[in-house]
């Protein structure tokens, strides 16, 4: 479906990310992956998309928090993939504390990654995806982008911001051929939120497994985890025929957690 349509996915290198970037290679989408990893295993990943799917695969090691090098990551793409079309942003970091003991560093680096890294790429990007007449911008946000929970103040604000940005792209793209759209997913079993479950199971003395069961019955009614291949279609939906009005959207996709 999306053959010669070429896609930038940021924080690629593990979860979400490389859900979706394994989901728009399969549609036959050349990839630029970005994330941090051991280059060999990253290296591994990129062959190995490459080979499954047969699209052109490449990965590109900017630090998001960086302004100048998510700059050097979309000239790169455009480079060595001839444009960008789809666009993800999805990289993103957590830090749990209180807000009187969050530590002003952390505050940020998550705002730098969460929520500036998706203003620069958008910014740079755009320019192509309007020459082309046809885009598609879809950023991660997360149902913190929709509702708080404590500790996380750094991460909520950022993901309310990037549901305001997602809006406000959507505005000034609008009849342009282009959408941007937020997924706000609830936990999905990622890296990111190991050491939330483990925090919860030491605090029970529990199990992991069961310090995850906890977390999922606190806030996720279906009790069960959005899985990265779920929020991989979604995103191959999104930079459908079909989803060409849907813009400026945050999609919830949380178990019903945004519901209650
Ligand atoms: P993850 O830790 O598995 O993946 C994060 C990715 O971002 C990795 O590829 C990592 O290398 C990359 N990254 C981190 N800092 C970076 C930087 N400075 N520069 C470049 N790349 C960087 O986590 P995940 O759960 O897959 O998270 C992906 C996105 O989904 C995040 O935006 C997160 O906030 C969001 N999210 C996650 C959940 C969840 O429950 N896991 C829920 C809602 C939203």
Redesign the pocket.
Same mark, same amino acid.
């Given at each position: 479906m999306l053959k010669g349509k070429r896609a930038l996915v940021?924080?690629?290198?593990? &979860? =979400?990310?490389l859900g979706v970037a394994r989901a728009l290679a399969a549609q036959g989408c050349d990839l630029m992956l970005?994330?941090?990893?051991d280059p060999a295993a990253v290296e591994a990943l990129r062959a190995g998309l490459e080979r499954e799917h047969r699209v052109k695969v490449r990965h590109h090691g900017?630090?998001?928090?960086r302004p100048e090098q998510v700059e050097a990551l979309v000239a790169a793409t455009v480079d060595v993939l001839g444009g960008v079309d789809v666009l993800v942003n999805?990289? &993103? =970091?957590?830090h749990t504390a209180p807000v009187e003991r969050f530590p002003a560093e952390r505050w940020d680096a998550i705002l730098a990654?969460?929520l500036s890294s998706a203003f620069h790429t958008v910014r740079h990007a755009l320019p192509h995806m309007r020459k082309a007449g046809w885009g598609r911008i879809v950023n991660?946000a997360?149902?913190h982008g929709l509702v708080g929970s404590v500790q996380k103040v750094a991460y909520v604000a950022a993901k309310h911001g990037i549901v305001g940005l997602t809006k406000v792209v959507a505005l000034e793209t609008a009849g342009a051929g282009i959408t941007c759209n937020a997924i706000c997913?609830?936990?999905?079993r990622?890296?990111?939120?190991e050491p939330q479950i483990a925090a919860r199971a030491r605090a029970l003395g529990v199990e992991l497994e069961e310090g995850g069961r906890a977390l999922l019955a606190e806030k996720q009614p279906s009790r069960q985890f959005v899985t990265v291949g779920q929020l991989g279609a979604l995103v191959v939906f999104l930079c459908s025929e079909a989803a060409a009005q849907l813009t400026g959207a945050a999609l919830p996709v949380d178990g019903g957690w945004t519901a209650q």
């Open positions: 940021t924080g690629s290198t593990s &979860g =979400i990310g970005n994330g941090f990893g900017a630090d998001l928090s999805n990289a &993103g =970091i957590q990654v969460n991660t997360s149902v997913p609830g936990w999905t990622t890296e990111l939120i």
